[in-house]
């Protein structure tokens, strides 16, 4: 692209010059002598800046962004390779300039680098089962299976999150236990009576079995909640 649009002739410039000065209409300068309205306009601003008749020069735009990964010389070696190789894959390729040049193309930046050069290529067919689904076999053709995850561990609660699941648990039960349908049976109070009851007899167990393990919390809360 020219860093500059071709200079213009010093008897045109002469004459855009007198039309300027006469405070001619830009539509009409553009008309008499051939030039875009844009540029006249351009040039009656430059004119007014620096008392010149010309052309201002255009700004070479700049790339932005990531340059592309395949550059001149890896575009080369793929020339070579698949003159040697027709048949290769677009697999075949990221592997080869993984090998030669140590950069990692993907099967999509390949894929869309070789459409933009017309190339014409293919991917390696993928298996799919009865249901539709791709099926993902090994380098001789035995499907796959995917070793199921182990299962996550779930989060022990810290004691602030212990103290406030208790503490809503508690609230919400004597909440529920204030309705007039329960009797001085089964009321809070009896709920409270219950978890002390329990609370003493796992002290009691801890005592008598001290290589067990016992947790407080789930004691509590189904004491709690047993009604």
Not at 11 to 38: C, E, G, W, Y
Not at 53 to 67: D, T
Not at 94 to 112: A, N, P
Not at 188 to 213: D, G, N, P, Y
């Amino acid at each position: 692209m020219p860093s500059a649009p071709p200079p213009l002739t010093q008897a045109k410039r002469a004459l855009i010059l007198a039309d300027f000065q006469a405070n001619k209409r830009l539509a009409q300068i553009a008309n008499t002598h051939k030039i875009s309205k844009r540029k006249i306009s351009a040039m009656r601003k430059h004119f007014r800046e620096t008392g010149q008749v010309m052309l201002p020069s255009v700004k070479v735009p700049v790339r932005v962004g990531r340059p592309p990964k395949i550059q001149d010389e890896q575009l080369d070696l793929l020339k070579w390779f698949l003159e040697k190789f027709p048949n290769a894959y677009i697999e075949d390729m990221c592997d080869f300039l993984g090998y030669e040049c140590g950069i990692d193309v993907d099967e999509t930046t390949m894929w869309r680098f070789c459409r933009k050069m017309g190339w014409k290529v293919h991917r390696k067919a993928r298996h799919r089962n009865e249901l539709g689904l791709w099926v993902q076999r090994d380098e001789e053709g035995n499907p796959v299976r995917k070793v199921p995850k182990p299962e996550k561990k779930a989060k022990m609660l810290g004691k602030v999150g212990t103290k406030s699941l208790l503490a809503k648990t508690r609230a919400w039960v004597e909440e529920y236990m204030a309705d007039l349908r329960f009797d001085a049976s089964h009321d809070f109070s009896h709920v409270q009576q219950v978890v002390t009851m329990s609370l003493h007899i796992l002290k009691a167990e801890r005592a008598k079995h001290r290589k067990w393990r016992f947790d407080k919390t789930v004691v509590e809360l189904l004491a709690l909640m047993h009604d």
